[in-house]
């Protein structure tokens, strides 16, 4: 990519206030720098009103922490802001598009027990013992999977969970994404990881996205670098899974996906809330396809918000077509249903 258009320009890096959001946005910036060695970067560290709301489900206010953090992007405040790509809508707002995802850190979920239960595992928790979770996805597959335990909403950023955890008796194990956990250097506190039989992980889970303005060719071009084919067609599938079922942070929809000899594989499902209710299937497809030279008018073409330049675009298309067709699959099965009484009992709470 040409550094000079952005040679004299100061690049604003945006990112939430919390260590998790730093470490994260840090480590995107390092990447660029390391790429970058003429351009000058600057992380601007924003509050936004869903971080000071700590009384409501999460599933509720991250809508609030986007949109504030896209109108920085739109206001020129910030050039681009560093995401957990589970956090981000599958239908970003005009304007916009994830120009960067960068290689997939753990994608699964991980158990982290009070430090009395150290040497235990779900299955061998006592009966009734409570298991800390903000997730609606996570409750449902493990009250299916471990009817013996009961599940409790834990609010709070990382550290906040952990301290609840830790300092009080209310919880006897809590459930985090591996990838936090790992980039925060607290791998030591993960029990138990949880195999997709356990619980399939959300979409986008352990990725981190670049958030950009989708016409800001220079900063696209600057920050396509970062791009990781695998994770690209991964995240793709699974986006496109999820907004064909019109599923988002409030219903539980969970995927998990592999990419193995050319081959990539969907494996996606949805449940009712206290997971008695579900459907699951698996589809694959051919990712085989040659970079050819696109160049032209659908240069930009944006694949459920993201643009990459640098993958085949009928790879992408491939994968997307993956996502969507999984999706009807378990339309056709009553997939709908599932959902609908999902988001109602969910909005009632």
């Known amino acids: 990519q040409d550094e000079n258009g952005l040679k004299n320009r100061v690049i ?8 998790l959001a730093r470490i994260q946005t840090d480590s995107v910036v390092e990447m660029l720098c390391k790429r970058y060695l003429n351009l000058h970067f600057e992380i601007v560290a924003m ?3 869903g971080d000071k709301i700590l009384d409501t489900a999460l599933s509720k206010v991250n809508d609030l922490f986007l949109f504030e953090l896209s109108e920085a992007i739109c206001d020129y405040v910030v050039d681009l802001v560093v995401h957990s790509l589970k956090d981000l809508p599958t239908s970003l707002p005009p304007g916009f598009t994830i120009g960067a995802i960068c290689k997939r ?24 013992s409570v298991i800390g979770t903000s997730s609606l996805r996570r409750a449902a597959q493990l009250k299916r999977r471990f009817p013996h335990l009961e599940f409790r909403d834990i609010r709070g950023n990382l550290n906040t969970r952990l301290k609840k955890l830790d300092e009080k008796e209310d919880f006897s194990a809590i459930i985090l994404a591996a990838a936090g956990l790992r980039r925060m250097g607290w791998e030591n506190r993960i029990g138990q990881i949880l195999n997709p039989e356990d619980c399939l992980y959300a979409v986008g889970q352990g990725a ?6 989708a016409r800001d060719e220079e900063i696209l071009d600057m920050v396509s670098a970062l791009h990781d084919g695998e994770t690209v067609l991964c995240c793709i599938a ?19 996906t592999m990419l193995k000899d050319s081959q990539l594989y969907l494996t996606g499902a949805v449940y009712s809330l206290d997971g008695s209710d579900s459907l699951k299937d698996t589809m ?9 030279n696109e160049e032209g008018p659908n240069d930009n073409t944006q694949y459920v918000g993201i643009t990459a330049k640098n993958i085949p675009r009928h790879a992408q298309e491939a994968a997307e077509n993956l996502g969507v067709e999984l999706a009807r699959l378990l339309l056709s099965k009553g997939a709908k249903r599932i959902l609908s009484v999902a988001k109602q009992l969910n909005d009632a709470r």
């Open 238 to 256: 699974e986006r496109a899974f999820m907004r064909h079922l019109e599923g988002g942070c409030s219903v539980p929809v969970a995927v998990s």
């Open 47 to 49: 509050s936004t009103t």
């Open 208 to 213: 981190l996205a670049v958030e950009v303005r």
């Open 105 to 128: 850190e753990n994608p699964h979920d991980a158990v982290v027990f009070h430090p009395k239960n150290y040497e235990e595992t779900l299955n061998s928790l006592p009966e009734k």
């Open 284 to 292: 694959q497809t051919d990712v085989n396809y040659p970079q050819q």
């Open 12 to 19: 604003r890096v945006g990112t939430r206030k919390s260590q």
